[in-house]
């Protein structure tokens, strides 16, 4: 009886030893398959980015203000880059277009911020390239990409170091493509439809976005106030790129990019920039380039003072080192 016993609790010890190595070896199947599922779609993310990203890459010619390019890879050197809406596509237009919109942006690693200047595209400068003074957005449409780096290189006396063009079309396919952007307007205006509140936050697409940041007319700051809505558009758009609802959207995301943008920053580039400058790009400041408007020669124009030009130009330069 008591060897019966004996046998029982043995067998027993083998069934249980039996489960739990089921149990162990099914864990480790079911480990293994999700580590391959995970490396494959990892993959995958990173060969559709890498693709996406050599189609917006498009070299630019501009001067080299620099003695040795800047080096992103470290993570140690303050960039900056020209950021450029483009009106082709804006209004049906289907020529090379200008940079209706213009800001510098200067990411700088040791101050830990991120500084956006906008320009007024009616800037009386000299367009660089031409040999000529006239509107700063004219630039893009004269020589495209080169001339216009060019010529805000000339303006601020600083390197541009990349640059970012997207076109007017291409700001509503993006939003679009991000599931729409909230913004609280500091407006109450109306414009092609669509109804903006003061103070009410409103989910907008991108058509409502477009027009949002377009509308200047209306308003009491006139082209500065509507500089100030694309900038807000901007980082907004940027921030919902980075949410885990855009992130399992990307493929939408990258081929309305690829269609539309256009830069000199490579992959490798934009990889060390949002992995290496992140504590920079987090923090945001906002500056705006400002002057008095008048009509010359029967053209408007925006004049702006040598003392505002010199000031935007020193806290450029404080953010890139180089003063």
Known sequence: MEEQN????????????????KVLIGFLVIFGVLTILGLFIGWKVYSDV???TEEMYAPSDHEQKREKPVVVDDGNEPFSVLLMGID????GRVDQGRSDTMMVMTVNPNSEKTTLVSIPRDTY???????????INHAYAFGGTSMAVNTVQNLFDI?????????MEGLQQIVDAVGGIDITPHLTFEQDGYS????????????MALEYSRMRKQDPNGDYGRQERQREVVQQTVTKMASVESVMNYKDILNTLSANMQTNLSFDDM??????????????EEEQLSGTGRIQNKVYYEFIPEEEVQRVSTVLKNELEMN
Do not use: C
């Open 159 to 167: 390197p541009i170091d990349y640059y970012v063009s997207v076109n």
């Open 88 to 91: 082709t596509g804006d209004m």
């Open 196 to 207: 903006f509140v003061e103070g009410k936050r409103v989910h907008m697409n991108g058509n």
């Open 125 to 135: 400068t000299e367009i660089v390239g031409r040999g000529t003074m006239d509107k």
């Open 6 to 21: 004996r046998v029982r609790r043995k067998r027993k010890g083998k069934k249980k030893k039996s489960l739990w190595k």
């Open 50 to 52: 890498q693709s996406s």
């Open 271 to 284: 990889v060390d920039a949002f992995t290496k400058y992140n504590s920079a790009i987090n923090t945001t």
